[in-house]
């Protein structure tokens, strides 16, 4: 650029600044109580099909899963929904990766399926616990070959090296396996975040935005054995008689 007869260069723009006045209006939907379906899992199948039909989200199984350590420190990461359930919905990883350790000390977690495309998210929050160990095998051979080796070969949340440890690893685990059949790793497993609260965000204008939430709710007075099951056979963290209550709340 010249500027009086010099060139000076332009100064970089900070991508940061401005983030307070940046803002949009949201308009692609509304979701009121009539809308909304009998039961949370119900909900979610229906927004998970319109989302899976929408080009525009890549992933719409990525959630967001937070947990806190024994001091409560909180910590967030993405990772991919692989069954849903009337119970909850199940994720797999490392039983000793950061995330793993911190369910065995604290197991209660909170998800979040992000949809922005939609202007949508959801919500869910309940105890954990891990899957039957039949449930993971399942899963685990359904898993491409190359990512069965990567859970044997990854020391998930574990200092490396460098890459060539990882890859060094790799390389002996699949020696190891040859051509033979690969079971789950003992470390590795299934998580099932057993749903009490389901929460349905559709973006509106002006930020008054829709919020309804299934909150599951024990008796009054009752004890709340976490992980009672009840004669149906669901877990039903609440205990029995426990009932779902559906409440709009404040944007």
Not at 14 to 36: C, I, V
Not at 100 to 110: D, E, F, I, K, S
Not at 126 to 142: I, L, N, Q
């Amino acid at each position: 650029m010249s500027v009086s007869g010099s060139d000076v260069d332009s100064e970089p723009v900070d991508p940061l600044a401005g983030l307070a006045s940046t803002r949009r209006s949201y308009g692609a939907g509304e979701l009121s109580e009539a809308q909304l379906a009998p039961t949370w899992l119900e909900q979610l199948r229906v927004w998970f099909g319109q989302a899976i039909a929408d080009d525009r989200i890549a992933e719409p199984n990525a959630m967001q899963v937070a947990t806190a350590d024994a001091e409560g420190r909180p910590d967030i990461r993405t990772v991919l929904a692989r069954g849903f359930d009337a119970a909850g919905v199940v994720f797999y990883t490392n039983y000793e990766s950061a995330k793993g350790r911190q369910l065995a000390t604290n197991p209660v977690a909170a998800a979040l399926f992000s949809w922005l495309p939609l202007e949508r998210q959801v919500r869910l929050r309940g105890p954990v616990a891990k899957v039957d160990p039949a449930e993971t095998a399942r899963y685990f051979a359904s898993r491409p070959r190359g990512a069965q080796l990567a859970a044997w070969a990854s020391p998930q949340s574990q200092p490396l090296a460098g890459r060539t440890e990882l890859e060094r690893r790799l390389a002996e685990v699949t020696e190891r396996f040859g051509d033979a059949e690969i079971p789950p790793p003992p470390h590795w497993g299934g998580f099932r975040i057993t749903v009490t609260e389901a929460e349905f965000w559709q973006g509106r204008e002006f930020r008054l935005h829709d919020r309804l939430r299934y909150r599951l709710v024990a008796p009054a007075g009752a004890v709340n054995p976490a992980g009672a099951v009840n004669p149906a056979g669901a877990v039903n963290p609440a205990g029995a008689g426990a009932r779902w209550l559906v409440e709009r709340l404040g944007p």
